[in-house]
């Protein structure tokens, strides 16, 4: 088997990047390396340049070469988790002084990293609603900013914001723009090649895509920053280990086929969920009366797997949480499973009383592969109690 090219199709990409077979053996899965280090021929004399487990390892090499050619993009570093693959790329690009304008509907997280962490060490973040292309322009002519940091779809609120525009605005104004691409993941929606210069992504979701492996990723064209965030990916050391690096090459080699279910299904909940009496809102951008609509059809394959609801108030939202039987309470998404979140204490605990803050009446689902049948049969018992 050679290796994938570029004019190769995505599912062709998805399994064969990075994955050759075992040389020695003709293993057809390429074996996982555990070694932590690696024997020399003669001093400095390193075979494929690998020497010890934190600065390269070639399981998660496998895994870096098959992110690459599924974002489209030159490089690709693997971390321990998607903050770990932030806070990288933050160091990598930033200096004391710097600014990073940040969408005001993002995972609590990204802004508690920039904001409590790098805050510290003199950067500084200011949030505008990226959805909204004037009020990204006016804040960039108001003051500079060295990253504009953007999700689409936004999480828990499921914005769209025009990557192709967002790009143009935040290069004319000489900053980094950044697309966090965990909830649409590379099947549904490829930012390098909307004009974004780095894509960060939670592996831990959809690409791993079995709830069983925390990770994080970086893909960028850049070769100099791409240099600095490999340099503290071994100097900070934060790297995916063996383990979890090989789970989540084998989850993305069924991406594709995950993501076309994830989407049908939750396409099929929020219509469910829109016409139910007691919903109050649905945010999902595969339905047309939701304002990205058709802004997502353009930039994205499919509509994603998940679903955010507003009920009637907070007490409502709550119940409508902890009712669901299939659906189980949990942090996270992006797992064959269906998962159930209340943002404002769960994911979202730690932007209460910012800018950030998620209206305490919101739900999010992440709509998982199940039948779905039995998905709708559950929502619908769990709106019916009082
Ligand atoms: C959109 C998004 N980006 C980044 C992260 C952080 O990733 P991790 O939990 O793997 O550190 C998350 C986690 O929930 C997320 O949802």
């Known amino acids: 088997m050679t290796e994938p090219t570029a004019d190769s199709g995505f599912e062709t990409r998805a399994v064969h990047a990075g994955q050759a077979f075992d040389s020695t053996t003709g293993a057809v899965i390429p074996p996982v390396h555990f070694s932590t280090t690696y024997a020399q021929d003669g001093i400095g004399g390193l075979r494929e340049g690998y020497e010890y487990g934190r600065s390269g390892n070639p399981t998660r090499t496998a895994l870096e070469t098959q992110l690459a050619a599924l974002e489209g993009g030159a490089h690709a570093l693997s971390f321990a988790s998607g903050l770990a693959a932030e806070d990288a790329l933050l160091r990598a690009a930033l200096k004391p002084g710097d600014e990073v304008l940040l969408g005001n509907d993002v995972y609590g997280g990204t802004y508690r990293l920039i904001a409590r962490v790098l805050g510290a060490w003199g950067v500084s973040v200011r949030v505008v609603d990226m959805s909204d292309l004037d009020a990204v322009r006016a804040a960039l002519e108001e003051r500079p900013a060295r990253i504009v940091w953007v999700e689409t779809p936004s999480n828990p609120l499921l914005r769209i914001t025009d990557i192709a525009g967002l790009a143009r605005l935040g290069h004319d104004a000489g900053a980094l723009v950044v697309v966090d691409n965990t909830f649409a993941s590379p099947a549904l929606q490829q930012p390098l090649a909307l004009g974004a210069d780095v894509v960060v992504h939670s592996t831990t979701k959809y690409l791993g895509g079995h709830s069983d492996v925390v990770g994080g990723a970086l893909v960028l064209n850049d070769d100099a920053l791409y240099g600095e965030a490999k340099f503290l990916q071994f100097a900070v050391g934060a790297v995916s280990g063996p383990l979890d690096a090989w789970l989540t090459t084998r989850g993305i080699k069924t991406l594709a086929l995950r993501m076309q279910r994830h989407s049908e ?98 739900v999010r689902l992440s709509v998982g592969v199940e039948s779905i049948a039995d998905l709708l049969a559950d929502l619908d018992q769990a709106l019916a109690r009082r």
């Open 265 to 362: 299904n939750a396409q099929e909940v929020a219509s469910f969920l829109s016409s139910h009496g007691s919903v109050a809102h649905v945010y999902y951008p595969g339905l047309p009366a939701h304002p990205g609509h058709e802004l997502a059809a353009r930039q994205m394959s499919g509509f994603g797997g998940i679903v955010s609801v507003a009920l009637a108030d907070a007490a409502s939202a709550r119940r409508f949480a902890e009712s669901t039987r299939l659906f189980q309470l949990a942090e996270s998404l992006g797992g064959v499973e269906s998962l159930m979140n209340y943002p404002d204490e769960m994911t979202h605990a730690s932007v209460r009383g910012t800018e950030l803050a998620v209206p305490p009446e919101v």
